[in-house]
């Protein structure tokens, strides 16, 4: 219900006196700010000035080491002091916009008033520091706002759970000093600020909009107990940017212990990282590390191989049905992407602890000093109850020592003799000054024999010089031959016949084996080997976790493998995992009819676990919704909110120059009418640089492709794929025809082209339209021909 203009005036003279309170808050802050600066900056031109530098003895070096100890911590202090105040400042600069959102007035049961709590992005305090005027949304009471409305209702602190009666809930929109808009409500959030909040153009960067957070989207932000919380929302329902909330929340919630770098993101392509880039900025928080799964791979096997990624093998996918090897390929991925091949890597290791290592030789000038059929035979001599990893340090620790016996003999080689001629005087001078100190307080006896002894000296060093290569190729366990072990597990079918259980194997195995094998001596790492080879790797060198990481979140979960998932909890064993997706989305082969998903719930206990599901969306309009489900299986299950809008179009063009005609009246006609941000959704890259080509010399249109790393709003040309997670004012199908989206593989592309758009969508195809589209009822599109 609407609230009357007694309640409006008191409101708005509320608003001008908080804002006033930040002003002057601002202002001296501001002072503080630049008097602060001003000894930062005092404090580091005159560091050196204002320390007592003396190493005559151990004491005075004692006394100088306290001295710059104190000047540090001063430094160290003034510095954490303007961090506070410039995080305290843009707090403020962020309230002066809009100071808060809502209003509950909450009496705790046993005292005898409500208090009147009043919501915003961060806390304020008045003068006196006694009285919250506004709270941070992610306060503990904050919580009443979202899970409640007026009537009992209780909210948990670190201290137990508050009871109490809700009386008020209102929602304001404030720009300024001005509330635009003003309600009481009894439900979760108002219908009229969603609207006025969804009816926005899309931006290019994601918003954060804690005022509209519903229910079950709070139950994600404040989740504290789960190891493992996996959010299956439909497209559109908010689950990015509930995920991203709840970061901010973590941060606020364990701000004493937990810092935005213990929290990494993996995010579906570097696009989106820039999409998302601003929300928690917004909110006060510093961002959390992001990365794609593609990078993690490349960083851990950039220098050995070129790791083909995700998207090559999409387009893969959806445009060379026709090659002789398809089949086979894509066996070959759903095999290596489940937890299958996962056994049997572990069976794989199992036999190379009694068997099978490869091990690279070690050169030196080009002459083999440690054969790598030496280091297998020490390897197998060691006690086979150690474990791979243990027998590889033993290993790594015994050619260390070879490598220094070797060196030693070296020194008397002619390449020594001759490199020691060519020598500078510098070198010479290091030697000396080397000699000098070894002989401590002895330095000023002259010795008969200081020029042999300088020239040892060199020729140690010189060597020492040339074997560094090898002994951090040593240190590094690179003497271990991955690339052959990983071939083997291919090329040997007789030995490897023993890892694999009846029937395991596709029907396709051999071809898969044998163009396994060829891309990898290529130096090529197909995108479906590169999990199960950093696995392999992992099992035998021993793993090398990142204990410091705290949450890892993982956005577009369906489209995770099996044994990806597995990947992922093993390098990050100590974090909680929380994994956002859209069934409904998965597009990609590798994450098999099994999903990854199911895999990784059976590794947590129930407990331990929990699965939120988000039904509702709220990105397009009810008619492209109601359109759009009818694609999928279950789509009647998602709720549309009820935000009006035009039907989608479907239109039939009779060939390329006609639908290039018809595109650019569309798109002419959408600006016209304010939309900013509209996308030509292609199947693949293939068809988006068709597209781009067709359309470029009629208006101005920007193509997408993936190596693209920032988002931009304006017109664009994009594949289905790169458009996922994020959102448009207006989507334009760009072939909609039955020859481009029939195959069961094809339907959730589809799918994931249509749900961007927020406000229009327009579908283009020639000679038949998609039995996708066909299935769906006449009365929920228009049809123009």
């Known amino acids: ?132 005027l506004i709270y941070d949304w992610r306060a503990p009471i904050s919580s009443l706002y979202y899970d409640y409305p007026p009537g009992k209702a209780e909210y948990k602190t670190p201290d137990g759970t508050i009871s109490g009666e809700l009386a008020l809930k209102r929602q304001f929109i404030i720009r300024g000093e001005q509330i635009k808009s003003m309600f009481d409500t009894g439900v979760t959030i108002g219908d009229e600020l969603l609207k006025e909040v969804l009816g926005k153009q899309a931006d290019s960067q994601m918003r954060s909009i804690v005022a509209t957070i519903q229910r079950e989207q709070n139950r994600i932000i404040r989740n504290e107990h789960s190891r493992l919380l996996v959010v299956q929302g439909a497209a559109g329902s908010g689950k990015t940017s509930a995920a991203l ?17 213990q929290i990494v993101l993996f995010s579906p392509n570097p696009m989106f990282n820039h999409y998302v880039s601003t929300v928690l900025p917004e909110l006060g928080e510093e961002n959390m590390q992001q990365v794609t799964y593609q990078e993690f791979l490349e960083h851990r096997l950039q220098n050995e191989y070129v790791v083909e990624d995700p998207f090559t093998l999409l387009e893969y996918e959806y445009s060379a049905m026709n090659e002789p090897e398809y089949e086979a390929r894509l066996q070959g991925i759903h095999y290596k992407s489940s937890t299958v091949f996962l056994a049997v890597i572990k069976r794989y290791v199992d036999y190379l602890s009694q ?20 280091m297998g035979e020490y390897f197998y001599s060691l006690d086979s109850s150690y474990s791979v990893p243990n027998r590889i340090e033993i290993v790594k620790d015994w050619l260390l020592k070879r490598l220094t016996d070797i060196a030693k003999q ?163 064993p100590r974090s909680k995992l929380t994994v956002l997706g859209d069934f409904n989305q998965a597009i990609f082969t590798h994450t098999g009819m099994s999903n990854g998903l199911q895999a990784m ?7 331990e676990t929990e699965m939120i599901v988000l039904a509702r969306s709220y990105r397009s309009t009810r008619p492209i919704i109601e359109f759009t489900r009818q694609f999928i299986e279950g789509g009647q299950e998602i709720e549309p909110f009820n935000r009006d809008g035009n039907k989608p179009t479907v239109t039939y063009v009779s060939d390329e120059a006609e639908r290039a005609t018809r595109i650019v009246a569309q798109i002419s006609q959408m600006q016209q009418e304010g939309y900013e941000s509209i996308a030509v ?37 994009i594949p289905a794929y790169l458009a996922k997670g994020v959102e ?58």
């Open 681 to 717: 959704i292609c199947k693949t890259t293939a068809e988006s640089k068709r597209a781009h080509k067709l359309l470029a010399s009629q208006l101005s249109i920007r193509l997408v492709h993936k190596e693209t790393s920032v988002f931009e709003g304006g017109v664009v040309v």
């Open 355 to 374: 068997q099978g290592l490869k091990f690279k030789d070690l050169t030196f000038h080009d002459k083999v000093i440690i054969a790598g059929e030496e």
């Open 601 to 607: 719930l059976a590794h947590y206990n129930k407990n």
């Open 1 to 132: 219900m609407t609230t009357n203009h007694d309640q409006f005036e008191a409101e708005q003279l509320r608003v001008v006196r908080v804002l006033e309170c930040i002003d002057d808050r601002l202002d001296s802050l501001q002072d503080e700010l630049k008097f602060v600066k001003g000894d930062v900056v005092s404090i580091r031109q005159t560091f050196w000035d204002d320390v007592t530098v003396n190493m005559e003895d151990a004491s005075e070096e004692a006394e100088t080491a306290a001295s710059i100890k104190q000047q540090a911590e001063l430094l160290s202090e003034r510095e954490r002091s303007y961090r506070r105040a410039h995080k305290q400042a843009k707090i403020l600069h962020r309230l002066q916009q809009s100071p808060y959102f809502g209003r509950i007035d909450f009496q705790e049961k046993g005292e005898l008033k409500a208090e009147q709590i009043y919501l915003g992005t961060g806390s304020l305090l008045d003068d006196e520091g006694m009285e919250f």
């Open 410 to 572: 070296e020194r008397n080689k002619t390449w020594v003799e001759d490199a020691v001629e060519l020598l500078d005087k510098e070198d010479y001078l290091w030697a000396h000054q080397e000699l000098k100190r070894r002989r401590g307080k002895h330095e000023d006896e002259e010795a008969f024999d200081d020029f042999d002894a300088e020239r040892n000296l060199l020729v140690a060093k010189l060597v020492q010089e040339h074997f560094k290569p090898l002994r951090n190729m040593v240190k590094k366990l690179e003497f271990i031959d991955l690339s052959r072990i990983y071939i083997q597990l291919f090329e040997d079918g007789v030995s490897m016949e023993q890892l694999y259980s009846d029937g395991e194997r596709p029907a396709e195995w051999e071809r898969i084996a044998s163009d396994t094998v060829t891309r990898l001596k290529d130096k090529m790492m197909p995108y479906e080997d590169a999990t199960p080879f950093l696995d392999l790797q992992g099992r035998l060198e021993g793993v090398q976790v990142n204990t410091n990481i705290r949450h890892v979140f993982i956005d577009e979960g369906q489209d995770y493998s099996p044994y990806q998932y597995f990947y992922i909890r093993r390098m990050f």
């Open 728 to 785: 448009f004012d207006a989507v334009i199908l760009f072939d909609a025809s039955s020859d481009r989206y029939s195959k069961d593989n094809e339907r959730k592309l589809f799918y994931t082209a249509c749900t961007r758009a927020m406000h229009e969508l327009h579908l283009y195809y020639t000679n038949m339209l998609s039995p996708f589209v066909t299935e769906a009822s006449d009365d929920s599109y228009i049809r123009i021909k």
């Open 245 to 261: 909330q709840r970061v901010a929340y973590l941060l606020y919630r364990y701000r004493e212990t937990l810092q935005a770098e």
